[in-house]
């Protein structure tokens, strides 16, 4: 698929159909609301989506991040990460230490 609206609607579809309770999203077409489970970083290319509203969300990751976001759940911690390949060595370096600190 080409990306954008093409891709990510049938990606919801088919978490929708398979019962899929959380989605880890990157480079998505468009990022909802935290309100409606959308958990994007500052630049909406890594997401987590809750799609299931009864999942119950212990914790936040900052948005203020560029290149991950995470979700705490009740036993599990949800990363979503992207870097892109073409960015310069050294902001990638910066990223990964960034990534490390949050663990």
């Known amino acids: 698929m080409d990306g954008g609206r093409n891709a990510q609607d049938p990606l919801m579809a088919t978490a929708s ?3 899929a309770d959380v989605l880890i999203v990157s480079e998505a077409y468009r990022c909802g609301t935290e309100e409606e489970g959308w958990f994007p970083d500052t ?11 009864t999942i119950q969300v212990r914790e936040i990751g900052r948005r203020d991040t560029d290149g991950f976001r995470w979700v705490a759940l009740d036993e599990i911690t949800i990363y979503s990460c ?7 060595y050294t ?7 960034r990534l490390e600190g949050s663990v």
């Open 91 to 97: 902001l990638f370096v910066d990223f990964l230490d």
């Open 43 to 53: 630049s909406s290319r890594a997401a987590v989506f809750i799609a299931n509203p």
């Open 17 to 19: 159909e398979r019962g």
């Open 82 to 88: 992207y870097w892109s390949p073409n960015t310069d």
